[in-house]
């Protein structure tokens, strides 16, 4: 009985557990935040490749 106690008091995979899903829940967010990070930062690029392209010397 005191084995079976121990097992049901036992919270070690429980850490694990939410260790899991604070890695997927970053996973999700970065799914849905770098495709607008790359438009954003193309953007960038664009506009400093005009800006060079456009400098008269």
């Known amino acids: 009985m005191t084995t ?6 036992d919270e ?3 850490t694990a557990i939410e260790y899991g899903l604070i890695a997927a ?6 799914v849905a935040v770098l495709p607008n990070l790359r438009i954003a930062l193309n953007n960038v690029y664009v506009a400093i490749t005009t800006g060079v392209g456009t400098v008269q010397p």
């Not at 829940?25 to 970065?30: E, F, P, S, V, Y």
Request: no cysteine; charged share 15%.
């Open 4 to 9: 079976l106690m121990r097992f049901v008091k």
């Open 25 to 30: 829940a970053i996973g999700l967010m970065l």
């Open 12 to 14: 070690s995979g429980a």
